[in-house]
T-cell receptor, first 114, second 112 residues
Framework: DAGVIQSPRHEVTEMGQEVTLRCKPI?????LFWYRQTMMRGLELLIY????????DSGMPEDRFSAKMPNASFSTLKIQPSEPRDSAVYFC????????????FGQGTRLTVV | QKEVEQNSGPLSVPEGAIASLNCTYS??????FFWYRQYSGKSPELIMF????GDKEDGRFTAQLNKASQYVSLLIRDSQPSDSATYLC????????????FGDGTTLTVKP
């Protein structure tokens, strides 16, 4: 398996624009997680899905953030409108219910909002 | 007080030495504990997890857990320059590695 795949790897956008980050989890994994990493706040869990259903979105910072998982192989994290303080590295991770002691991270999307 | 605290570092050790990384957590209900390694510009990768009090060894790595003291540590024996990275401690109320609260990390440099 190619691992967790995220796109794009880098995104630069202007304040106020909509940004969509994409993630393809490892095939067969039941859980998908979205994280954000910044120098100030470290690595924070934003939301996670189990079998495509959002379970806990308490980490989503504002209503400007939304996430979907329309099927088992695809998820999006959308920011609309984007702000400079959203600049961070966004990671997607997935894990299997059968072996949930391992979470595998994608390579991340580095978002810069100017 | 942060939920998961790590020694701020940076930590520098000579090649071949033992590196000791420490982590404390605030929630006594925490059940599982994970150590991730993150190279600069890369994603976190799981090194070890531990659930029970005591030591758990995997090659050159040993995780130690003391739930009474709410303390977990990672020892790296025979440190190598390739171990130079940021080490993240993650704490979990259950056992699903993804649903974790992370510390800010300790940056380790192993000098040849």
């Amino acid at each position: 398996d190619a691992g967790v795949i995220q796109s794009p790897r880098h995104e630069v956008t202007e304040m106020g624009q909509e940004v969509t980050l994409r993630c393809k989890p490892i095939s067969g994994h039941d859980y998908l997680f979205w994280y954000r990493q910044t120098m100030m706040r470290g690595l924070e869990l934003l939301i996670y899905f189990n079998n495509n259903v959002p379970i806990d979105d308490s980490g989503m910072p504002e209503d400007r953030f939304s996430a979907k998982m329309p099927n088992a192989s695809f998820s999006t994290l959308k920011i609309q409108p984007s702000e400079p303080r959203d600049s961070a590295v966004y990671f997607c991770a997935s894990s299997s219910a059968d072996k949930n002691t391992e979470a595998f991270f994608g390579q991340g999307t580095r978002l810069t909002v100017v | 007080q942060k939920e998961v605290e790590q020694n701020s570092g940076p930590l520098s050790v000579p090649e071949g030495a033992i590196a000791s990384l420490n982590c404390t957590y605030s929630d006594r209900g925490s059940q599982s504990f994970f150590w991730y390694r993150q190279y600069s510009g890369k994603s976190p990768e799981l090194i070890m997890f531990i659930y029970s009090n005591g030591d758990k060894e995997d090659g050159r790595f040993t995780a130690q857990l003391n739930k009474a003291s709410q303390y977990v540590s990672l020892l790296i024996r025979d440190s190598q320059p390739s171990d130079s990275a940021t080490y993240l401690c993650a704490v979990n109320m259950g056992t699903n590695a993804g649903k974790s609260t992370f510390g800010d990390g300790t940056t380790l440099t192993v000098k040849p």
